[in-house]
Nanobody
Framework: QVQLVESGGGLVQAGGSLRLSCAAS?????????MGWFRQAPGKEREFVAA????????GYAASVKGRFTISRDNAKNTVYLQMNSLKPEDTAVYYC????????????????WGQGTQVTVSS
């Protein structure tokens, strides 16, 4: 079992930056999980944003955020981050942290574990 708790959401103007954090806890070693971020805007389906494999070699981003968002992880702190720069109003959504033993499973939207979500609102 893994518990994920997100923080760092808020209201920001277009062009601004935010950094989301996701603290993980549980019985399995954090470093063995692939970690990622998804988001869900009002009236839309949840979509993949970014992921980081447990081995550090697999990293992926949605085309809509590539070049603006950066995912990173600190295994010593059991935390994964999402640095979001050059934010746009269309980035407004609830952002969810996710974890799975398999990177491909996580990226395709079927991770085992989810956080409760944190709201990000970008004003124009």
């Amino acid at each position: 079992q893994v518990q994920l708790v997100e923080s760092g959401g808020g209201l920001v103007q277009a062009g601004g930056s935010l950094r989301l954090s996701c603290a993980a806890s549980g019985r399995r070693t954090f470093s063995t999980y692939a970690m990622g971020w998804f988001r869900q805007a009002p009236g839309k389906e949840r979509e993949f944003v970014a992921a980081f494999g447990w081995n550090g070699f697999s990293t992926g981003y949605a085309a809509s955020v590539k070049g603006r968002f950066t995912i990173s992880r600190d295994n010593a702190k059991n935390t994964v981050y999402l640095q979001m720069n050059s934010l746009k109003p269309e980035d407004t959504a609830v952002y969810y942290c996710a974890a799975d033993a398999g990177y491909n499973t996580l990226v395709t939207g079927g991770p085992h574990y989810w956080g409760q979500g944190t709201q990000v609102t970008v004003s124009s």
